[in-house]
């Protein structure tokens, strides 16, 4: 399909009043001991973000260990956090996969009620060409009856989507946003220097949101953000209205959390500091598996010391 078609195609303005902004929590699925989903911490976590100040969740997207959850899982998981946020704010479905049509089936089937956009990762292990993400996407806006947020992130994909095929989809209406999690941010300048109006670049990546939102970048969707929606919301509302040297500062004092969160990859790492929080407990599923002993004291530690200075 060709950007003329594409053009003709999606004549309509961008659907939604949704607007990719501000602090988004990227939210981890509790499980119990015998590897079922921990209804009663879902819900306590889903109440801390709400009432900690986020400016929408972001359900069964990496952070979520999605890939590790049964369909009839995915479902109740989605249905549930709708159900507990009561409309209290927006919500972000994740819905990706590797391959298009099995996407755009699910969405075309799948109940979107109560969700305001859909988060949907490049195409993983296929490595497809820029063109085949291009068209992959293109399907996805067609298919999706909600906003799509395009999400860029190479080190889990193998593929990273270029600056030039970000813009290309930019064009199209129904995709409203990127969640850029490449690192590269020559890259990330570029798109948020070229980007039409209405399209919004937030960070995937909690340690570089800063510098980020001083070039245009509009937030974050934040792994901290589950364990500090008030500390998390409070430093990218203050960067957005121009006041850095607050962001900076809170920045600073959450630096070392940032790097042992993803010390043993994630979300590991935020697993392990919701538990030492009461909120609840530190299982994962295979293949993740919980963070090394030396990591969760390190971290335990970092979290005292920053609850000290707060």
Known sequence: MSDSELNTQYSESRNGNFRLRGMGVAMVTPFREDLTIDVEALDRLVEHIVTGGAD?????????????????????VARRVVEKTAGRLPLVLGVG?????????????????????????????????????????????????????????????????????????AQIPNI?????????????????????????????DDAITIPLMRRGVSGVISVAGNAYPREMAAMVHAAANDDF????????DLSDIYRLLFADGNPGGIKALLASMGMM?????????????????ELAAAAEAFADRS
């Open 56 to 76: 929408f969740i972001v359900v069964l997207g990496t952070t979520a260990e999605t890939p590790t959850l049964s369909p009839e899982e995915r479902d109740f």
């Open 97 to 169: 996969g590797n391959c298009t049509r099995s996407v755009c089936d699910e969405l075309s089937g799948r109940d979107l009620s109560g969700y305001s956009a859909i988060l949907s990762v490049v195409p993983f292990y296929n490595k497809p060409t820029q063109e085949g993400i291009f068209r992959h996407y293109c399907d996805i806006a067609e298919a999706s009856p909600v906003p799509v947020i395009l999400y860029n992130v190479p080190g889990r994909t193998g593929r990273n989507m270029t600056a030039e095929t970000t813009l290309r989809l």
């Open 176 to 204: 409203i946003g990127v969640k850029e999690a490449s690192g590269d941010l020559d890259q990330i300048y570029e798109i948020v220097e070229r980007k039409p109006e209405g399209f919004e670049v937030i960070s995937g």
């Open 245 to 252: 040297r607050t962001a900076r500062s809170l920045d600073r």
């Open 281 to 297: 407990q530190e299982v994962l599923r295979l293949p993740l598996v919980p963070v090394g002993d030396e990591v969760r004291r």
